[in-house]
């Protein structure tokens, strides 16, 4: 069985200033890990992934997260907010990297960016 | 990235009628399609997948006689909620995945309510 948490259904940050979200998992096999970005009335994108390669992943929009085994943890962050990245964020495990495995979605946190 | 298109992308229908929601992968042959559905403010929740020529695999819960699955062929998939009632009202969003590509990509969705 495989699962995800996200810690916080809400974080608030002020531009400029550096944003955690928070992901923790559980999986029997070697997991996939993904996170997503879903603004609203829009559909969801893939900012980055994990498939078992280098630890620290690098997205887009300056986004990146760590793969910690001994943890089970993969926290998104970037290091300086800016007023477009409010939009709700969920984080997303699968058993193994392949097609046609089926995405387990965290239930999301809503990122909130003030002026 | 390949592109995965949903339509309708809103649609209102009475209560009692059937509603039918496409997705295509446009620029590749999708082997398997996952349909998900999400309430607002709630994450997604996979109804179901579906692999080209076979029968709809559906998670736990799911009505397999209310929501018809059909994949046949590898560049459309089709939701059919029958007898709508308005707890079906939601945002309904399906995915597409191939051996090529090593992730799922996913459709902008589409609101359904039912009146």
């Known amino acids: 069985a495989q699962s995800v948490t996200q810690l916080d259904s809400h974080v608030s940050v002020s531009e400029g200033t550096p944003v955690l979200l928070r992901c923790n998992y559980s999986?029997?096999?070697?997991?996939?890990l993904f996170w997503y970005v879903q603004h609203p009335n829009k559909g969801l994108q893939l900012l980055l992934k994990?498939?078992?390669?280098?630890?620290l992943v690098k997205g887009i929009n300056g986004f990146e997260a760590e793969f910690k085994k001994s943890e089970t943890s993969f926290h998104l962050t970037k290091p300086s907010a800016h007023m477009s990245d409010a939009a709700e964020y969920f984080c997303?495990?699968?058993?193994?990297?392949?097609?046609?495995?089926?995405?387990?979605f965290g239930k999301g946190t809503t990122l909130s960016v003030s002026s | 990235g390949a592109v995965v298109s949903q339509h309708p992308s809103r649609v209102i229908c009475k209560s009692g009628t059937s509603v039918k929601i496409e997705c295509r992968s446009l620029d590749f042959q999708a082997t398997t399609m996952f349909w998900y559905r999400q309430f607002p403010k709630q994450s997604l929740m996979l109804m179901a997948t579906?692999?080209?020529?076979?029968?709809?695999?559906?998670e736990q819960g799911v009505e397999k006689d209310k929501f018809l699955i059909n994949h046949a062929s590898l560049t459309l998939s089709t939701l059919t909620v029958t007898s709508a009632h308005p707890e079906d009202s939601s945002f309904y969003i399906c995915?597409?995945?191939?051996?090529?590509?090593?992730?799922?990509?996913f459709g902008p969705g589409t609101r359904l309510t039912v009146l």
């Open positions: 997303v495990v699968s058993d193994q990297n392949q097609a046609g495995t089926a995405l387990i």
């Open positions: 579906s692999n080209e020529g076979s029968k709809a695999t559906y």
């Open positions: 994990y498939t078992s390669a280098a630890t």
């Open positions: 995915s597409a995945s191939s051996r090529l590509y090593n992730e799922q990509f």
């Open positions: 999986s029997s096999y070697s997991p996939s």
